[in-house]
């Protein structure tokens, strides 16, 4: 803070001359200037935007990048400035703080743009002022949602591990009724019988008639007990498999257990249960009835199946705070206007308002503008009393409602934004798995053009031909591409493509017996966490066994008979390979041989035999990688 | 009803708050103070161009308007003592700069003032700290002016010192002072007085000398 006034520190020192003459003791020594700085102006270079200050501005911070020796890391020697390869327009607000002491937040940046250029720089973004803050607030609290949101949605949709215990199945079929087709089946069947149980009750109530013996009119559900009895038994059958298939594939079955969906479902078929045990009871029978009113709350199951209603419940839950204030408030009117209505009407002859409690429903009609008329004052002075009631009534309720339907749209919204991500998020991601592939292969068009050089030899080969013939590359690229070589020279794999791994894969299982081999597999550790997924799912094609990627595999003896010289190469290479099998991980991948195009890789080629381990095999699993 | 009421009457208040603020700012916006020109201050001063502008640069940047009022100049002043409440005394420093009793500071009172301050004769210095102690301008310095000023100085101190803060130390630092400085006793110290105690004293004299290089 002081940092910010640093040029005035010469006053402040100065002013402290008029503590001389009352100084108690002596003064301390001042420091020494060990050089006489001169303040000379510093150039910064920030991405071709040259931004220039006093070397004391950006000294007045030196626990961040610019005000430290760090700074020197980014000097450049040639034009005598400092470069940074940044970005300007946020650059311009990291040095205003240098400047002013005070650190802006520009709302048209985007925040994580931002906050990295703040932790590049070296500053907390704790100092942004007042004026900024709570806009840097909000939208950073923005973002994390919405980022917490995408990695839930990709935890539900994307992940399809293969290996899915049943419990873990039943309940992703629960949860995620588009999963699977089984599960939309059973969602629409839970759906169709609440509906049905709900209409159900309601019916029960009508009046239906009159039976030959009773004078009365009788309801439909004494009329047709049976059948409703029937009904209501088939809804709680289903509602009960229902909770208990929920039950047993939870993942926490206490966390389950508390959670208000599951509460519902109990409150919901309790009734029933508990009717059945007293059926026989008349005294009981009157809390039996009660009991059926419980019935009721199996239309909230309904809010599995919408997620507006989920909205509505958890905009009820964020503005509990206005809803309390909204009912305190009320609360207190109604106190306040019934006792004033009741001494006002006290006078008054046959007056309903007999006490103050009985006042307290003429105050809520009348507040909330209803005004039944069952309950009028009759003196002058209540009726004035009672019209300023019905006017603050309306005042006191018209506060907390935009609060609440504002907090409402903007969950909505919320939602309706997170639905929209997440169909595009679908098209976004097969775009992005696209361009990684094209990046892939970039180096597969490279081997295959016969690009790669392994020993010093084939370099002057390579050298003595015109270098016409080879599209002259990038140097990254060729260093990339030099590097992804180097991998496979280092776990004696290579890469391919997706198309001839799977290829490879039928090829492998279709005819394990055979031995020869056409084309090429490698492993791919490359785009490992993708194709691994892929080929999982693919595998299940297979009906491989459920194998864990933790497991060690088993070793079995290749029975297939040697035929080529390259097989027979695999075959002496497999027999060392068996002491590779302690590694504890294996990704079941494939191994190329020496692809078919490049001369050069005749010895160095053959890579050890991986192959994915089938339950019927007999090929030898190795642990690659 | 009576929330009612209540938010309303609250309203009213914050509407005269926002009045009084936004004819101050108005007012603060329309004064604005270049000073002379660089030829003429170096003449003034006992400074040289490039502390000037050094001096220049730092006041502008925290006063754009080219004058300190007490509220900026007290603000500015407190950010250097956090542990305390360095206000009172910030406010007669204010006075002791300000010369005209203008009720602002320009750059050319600042300058001249530190020009005294850094790079005056001792007898200048004193003469300023005399000025600075002496509150009401009469010529005299009276045991009540003195014992605000060192008050003033021990609140900048704040609570946390060792040893504790007691309640009567401005009172005895106040009646040292007079011990050393009242020569005739007559309760008062004078101009005189003031810079001949001054001058007998060897700790005084060598810490006017300690802020010579602070530019």
Not at chain 1, 111 to 135: N, R
Not at chain 1, 235 to 256: D, Q
Not at chain 1, 270 to 286: A, E, K, R
Not at chain 2, 14 to 21: A, F, G
Request: proline share 4%; charged share 20%; with cysteine.
């Amino acid at each position: 803070m002081a940092a910010g006034v640093a040029a005035w520190l010469p006053f402040a020192r100065a002013a402290a001359i008029g503590w001389m003459p009352v100084a108690s003791t002596p003064m301390p020594i001042p420091p020494q200037e060990k050089r006489k700085a001169q303040d000379g102006l510093i150039i910064l270079n920030v991405s071709g935007t040259k931004f220039q200050t006093w070397r004391n501005t950006l000294e007045r911070y030196p626990d961040t990048l610019l005000g430290s020796t760090e700074r020197d890391f980014f000097f450049h020697e040639e034009t005598n400035e400092y470069f940074f390869d940044r970005d300007p327009d946020i650059f311009r607000h990291i040095l205003n703080f240098y400047r002013t002491g005070k650190l802006h937040y520009p709302r048209q940046e985007c925040i994580s743009a931002y906050d990295e250029e703040l932790a590049f720089f070296g500053i907390i973004p704790e100092i942004i002022g007042d004026c900024c803050y709570e806009e840097y607030k909000d939208r950073r609290r923005e973002n994390a949602e919405r980022l917490q949101d995408d990695e839930d949605t990709d935890m539900n949709n994307d992940v399809t591990p293969v290996n899915l215990t049943f419990r873990e199945y039943l309940w992703r079929a629960f949860e995620n009724p588009h999963s699977s087709t089984l599960a939309l089946v059973f969602y629409y069947v839970t759906g169709f019988f609440i509906a049905i149980s709900v209409m159900a009750n309601v019916v029960e109530t009508v009046p239906c008639g009159f039976l030959p013996n009773r004078s009365k009119e009788v309801s439909c559900g004494e009329r047709y007990a049976l059948a409703f009895f029937c009904l209501d038994t088939a809804c709680v059958m289903i509602f009960t498999v229902e909770y208990l298939l929920r039950l047993i594939a939870a993942p926490s079955r206490y966390k389950f257990m508390k959670s208000v969906m599951s509460v519902i479902d109990v409150v919901a078929i309790m009734p029933y249960y508990i009717g059945l045990v007293m059926t026989d009871n008349d005294q009981l029978s009157g809390a039996f009835v009660t009991l059926r009113v419980f019935r009721v709350f199996r239309i909230f199951k309904f809010s599995r199946h919408s997620a507006g209603l989920r909205i509505l419940g958890y905009t009820l839950k964020s503005c509990a705070s206005e809803l309390g204030f909204l009912l305190f408030s009320l609360t207190m009117a109604i106190i306040i206007f019934a006792t004033v209505m009741f001494y006002a009407e006290k006078g008054s002859p046959a007056s309903k308002f007999t006490s103050i409690p009985a006042a307290f429903w003429y105050t809520i009609v009348t507040m909330t503008t209803l005004g039944y008329g069952d309950m009028v004052p009759k003196t002058i002075v209540g009726k004035v009393f009672g019209s300023i009631c019905s006017l603050s009534g309306v005042l006191v309720i018209a506060l907390p409602v935009p609060v609440i339907v504002s907090n409402f749209s903007r969950i909505y919204h919320q939602s309706q934004r997170a639905e929209k991500r997440r169909a595009q998020r679908k098209t976004r991601l097969a775009r992005i798995r696209a361009a990684k592939i094209r990046g892939t292969n970039a180096y597969m068009r490279y081997k295959q053009n016969g690009l790669l050089i392994d020993t010093l030899e084939e370099a002057s080969k390579e050298a003595g031909q015109a270098l016409v013939a080879k599209p002259p590359s990038p140097p990254f690229e060729s260093q990339h591409h030099h590097l992804l070589h180097c991998l496979e020279k280092t776990t004696n794999h290579e890469f391919v493509d997706e198309q001839t791994f799977q290829a490879n894969c039928m090829e492998i299982s279709a005819m394990h017996k055979s031995g020869s081999r056409s084309s090429s597999l490698s492993s791919s550790p490359h785009g490992l966490s993708s194709c691994c997924s892929r080929r999982h799912r693919k595998k299940s094609s297979f009906s491989l066994p459920s194998t864990n990627n933790q497991e060690l595999s088993t070793i079995q003896i290749r029975e297939r008979p040697v035929v080529n010289s390259r097989s027979s190469l695999n075959a002496k290479l497999d027999e060392t390979v068996p002491l590779k099998c302690n590694e504890p991980f294996i990704t079941p991948s494939m191994v190329s041989l020496s692809a078919p195009v490049v001369t050069s890789s005749d010895g160095d080629g053959s890579t050890t035999a991986t192959t994915t381990a089938y339950s019927q095999s007999n090929i030898v699993r190795v642990s690659a990688l | 009803m009576g929330l009612v009421m209540g938010t309303f009457s609250m309203q009213s208040k914050q509407v005269n708050y926002h009045k009084d603020k936004a004819d101050d700012d108005l007012e603060m916006t329309m004064v604005c103070h270049r000073p002379e020109g660089l030829d003429q201050l170096e003449a003034l001063t006992n400074f040289n161009k490039r502390e000037l502008q050094v001096l220049y640069r730092g006041f502008k940047n925290e006063c754009p308007s080219g004058v300190v009022n007490e509220e900026t100049f007290k603000q500015i002043y407190s950010q250097f003592f956090p542990h305390g409440d360095a206000s009172t005394y910030a406010h007669y420093l204010f006075n002791a700069f300000d010369t005209a009793q203008s009720g602002s500071i320009k750059f050319e009172d600042f300058v001249t003032a530190l020009s005294t301050l850094l790079r005056g004769s001792i007898t200048e210095k004193l003469q300023w700290t005399f000025n600075l102690y002496d509150i009401n301008r009469d010529g005299y310095i009276n045991k009540e002016e003195m014992t605000d000023i060192v008050r003033a100085i021990y609140d900048m101190m704040g609570k946390y010192t060792y040893p504790v803060l007691k309640n009567d130390a401005p009172k005895q630092h106040v009646d040292a002072f007079f011990q050393k400085m009242d020569k005739n006793r007559d309760g008062v110290v004078t101009l005189d007085e003031f810079i001949l105690s001054c001058q007998e004293d060897e700790n005084i004299m060598r810490s006017l000398q300690l802020f010579e290089n602070v530019i």
